[in-house]
């Protein structure tokens, strides 16, 4: 089945620029998504169609894709974007499927 | 604003039918706009989608997942419902109902019920 490969944790300093990669053999066929999750809360998504964010999402989360990666980009990290990020995609067959998550911890 | 909410047993017996309902409120669940979703969490673990479904009935689901899932519309109470036959632990999770403009991606979710199976 297909799958979408994400580092399971990112650590950064507050300020710095947090990069959590996804990758998946689809992806330069497919929209990618992203989903930030905090802990005991339903996810949000803050990135679709590869690289536009939803009203309300802050400018320092961006997306981009290159090939077969796609990339969340959170600039000049706050304390409070610490949380799970899930990418999201589908197969060549219309299958919805999700990476593995990624722990973003802000030191 | 609209707002989604799930409800339904939080314990199901091993080998029964797992139901589940999402109503949308300040919202309508037959609006061609939006295709409606499920999607669940094991307990420390990632998202897995499960299907969704469109107003008009047509419906989507994860392969997987498939030969036990059923997911219904009833546009007359703004519901929108999750049946999963045959359950075993595994199935145990925090399942969410979302909305999405497309069957592709979802932006508004459920705040999640907590589903064990368990005898």
């Known amino acids: 089945s297909y799958e979408l490969t994400q580092p399971p944790s990112v650590s950064v300093s507050p300020g710095q620029t947090a990069r959590i990669t996804c990758s998946g053999d689809a992806l330069p066929n497919q929209y990618a998504y992203w989903y930030q999750q905090k802990p005991g809360q339903a996810p949000v998504l803050v990135i679709y169609?590869?690289?536009e964010r939803p009203s309300g999402i802050p400018e320092r989360f961006s997306g981009s894709s290159s090939g077969t990666t796609v990339t969340l980009t959170i600039s000049g990290v706050q304390a409070e974007d610490e949380a799970d990020y899930y990418c999201q995609s589908a197969d060549s067959s219309g299958t919805v499927v999700f990476g593995g998550g990624t722990k973003l911890t802000v030191l | 604003q609209v707002q989604l909410q799930e409800s339904g047993p939080g314990l199901v017996k091993p080998s029964q039918t797992l139901s589940l309902t999402c109503t949308v409120s300040?919202?309508?669940?037959?609006?061609?706009?939006?295709?409606w979703s499920w999607i669940r969490q094991p307990p420390g673990k990632g998202l897995e989608w499960i299907g969704n479904?469109?107003?008009?009935?047509?419906?989507y689901y994860n392969p997987s997942l498939k030969s036990r899932v059923t997911i219904s519309v009833d546009t007359s109470k703004n519901q929108f419902s999750l049946k999963l036959s045959s359950v075993t632990a595994a199935d145990t999770a925090v399942y969410y109902c979302?909305?999405?403009?497309?069957?592709?991606?979802?932006?508004?979710w459920g705040r999640g019920t907590l589903v064990t199976v368990s005898s």
């Open positions: 479904i469109y107003y008009s009935g047509s419906t």
């Open positions: 300040g919202g309508s669940s037959s609006s061609g706009d939006y295709y």
């Open positions: 979302a909305r999405g403009p497309n069957r592709w991606y979802f932006g508004l």
């Open positions: 169609k590869d690289s």
